[in-house]
């Protein structure tokens, strides 16, 4: 059974940074398409990063430069990098396996609470 566990969430004040991680089991994360999604209070979850099996990386417009996603192929475990934090990135982060365009579905973790303080 793939499981995905997030890690590292927690509260910092405008400007700083966090690191998430999430470790995989059950899957190998540099074969598949890993991705953070995040969801705010009243609403949808969204992407906000992902990366491919081959490395290419996309971004929302609203993390782009601020936030970096990557992957420990040896840990088997997925990161996301976040600075330069703004109280709107205040969510629950995601991370998920990804596999939609081979007619699969969207795996989650349970998440993890990101709190920017104003």
């Known amino acids: 059974q793939v499981q995905l566990v997030e890690s590292g969430g927690g509260l910092v004040q405008t400007g700083g940074s966090l690191r998430l991680s999430c470790a995989a089991s059950g899957s190998i994360v540099r074969l598949s398409t890993m991705a953070w999604y995040r969801q705010a209070p009243g609403q949808q979850r969204a992407l906000v990063a992902e990366?491919?099996?081959?490395?290419?990386?996309n971004y929302a417009d609203s993390v782009k430069g601020r936030f970096t996603i990557s992957r420990d192929n040896a840990k088997n475990t997925l990161y996301l990098q976040m600075n330069s934090l703004k109280p709107e990135d205040t969510a629950v982060y995601y991370c998920?396996?990804?596999?939609?365009?081979?007619?699969?579905?969207?795996?989650w973790g349970q998440g993890t609470q990101v709190t920017v303080s104003s």
């Open positions: 998920a396996r990804d596999r939609r365009q081979l007619g699969g579905t969207l795996l």
């Open positions: 990366i491919t099996s081959l490395g290419s990386t």
